[in-house]
């Protein structure tokens, strides 16, 4: 990105030249699965899986650098990260970015797998226990750190980008994805509804959110929280009990936040928002785009 940036001074990012080269998105970006089919139905296993992933490597490697770790599946906004802040006693007991293979191969042996001549984890069948990643090119930077972290922690991972991709993940045949998360920019109760109940349908049939995975006491929490202003006091405390009840079950483990790096040129127009004039981000696929050409102005 820099060396495109200093080849021509007319070619710039939302923050300019500086980093991050663009601005944080609402979609950060996780590993789910379809949490109703085994073995990604133990919030166990959930959580070993975890614990291979180190999110320094994918913010490294996949993101060269440019980027954060994050613990949760809504953006790190000023009005959530209030939210985010409520929960360091969650945190402590139950740390989504904790990079511990000790854990994951504590966790593997208990529950009855060992590593085969390849060094990969085998069920009692002496079936290896696969995980192939579902995902598309726009995330497709992520993976391969993600899969190599995987792969030494013993699981026998890869990653596909089919052009069905997102039927896959709808029906449940993709049993693990990595994907984004549309939802929360003021409380996190659009996100965390994600994962209600309402959503989960038989591996098959259609369904988004996909994550597949079902808790009675998480559903009623957001019932209550959907009953309120999202700056009402009370959403606090709700959001401490959900989290519990998701950090601990893990249905869809956090990788990084997601960042919105677009080109924008300035030879013949001017006028395109920044971090200077942020009226309206500069995604332009989003039907907000019209904002952005009422604003433009030609330069010549």
């Known amino acids: 990105i820099k060396r495109v940036l200093k080849q021509n001074p007319k070619v710039s990012t939302f923050s300019h030249d500086k980093p991050p080269y663009g601005y944080l998105d609402w979609w ?31 913010v490294t490697y996949g993101l060269q650098g440019l980027g954060t770790a994050t613990r949760v599946t809504f953006p790190e906004f ?3 990260v209030r939210y985010i802040e409520s929960i360091p006693d969650l945190f402590a007991t139950y740390d989504p970015n904790a990079y511990d293979p000790q854990k994951t191969e504590e966790i593997m042996k208990r529950k009855g797998y060992k590593k085969g001549s390849k060094g990969f984890w ?11 990643i579902t995902t598309f090119q726009v995330l497709q930077n ?57 959503f989960v349908a038989p591996t098959g049939t259609p369904t ?42 893990l249905p869809d ?11 924008i040129n300035y030879t013949y127009w001017e006028g395109w928002p ?7 981000n500069d995604a332009n696929w989003h ?6 050409l009422i604003r433009l102005k030609p330069t010549q």
């Open 287 to 292: 039907k907000t785009v019209l904002l952005t």
């Open 208 to 249: 988004f959110p996909a994550y597949r995975w079902s808790n009675p006491a998480f559903d009623s929490i957001l019932a209550e929280m959907n009953l309120i202003a999202h700056d009402d006091p009370r959403m606090f405390p709700l959001f401490h009990q959900a989290m519990e009840i998701w950090l601990k079950e």
């Open 28 to 58: 950060p970006t996780a590993l789910g699965f379809n949490c109703s089919e085994p073995p990604f139905d133990d919030p166990e296993i959930r959580w070993a899986i975890s614990y291979a992933i180190n999110r320094d490597d994918v």
């Open 253 to 263: 483990v956090p990788l990084v936040s997601f960042y919105h790096r677009n080109p």
């Open 274 to 280: 920044n971090v200077d004039d942020p009226y309206i």
């Open 142 to 198: 992520v993976c391969p750190p993600v899969v190599e972290n995987l792969r030494q922690a013993g699981f026998d991972a890869s990653y596909h980008m089919p052009a069905d991709f997102y039927s896959r993940i709808s029906q449940g045949i993709a049993k693990a994805f990595i994907f984004g998360h549309a939802a929360s920019v003021r409380d996190p109760y659009r996100t965390l509804d994600l994962y209600h109940s309402r």
């Open 122 to 132: 085998e069920g009692p069948d002496g079936k290896p226990f696969k995980i192939v």
């Open 78 to 80: 000023p009005s959530l």
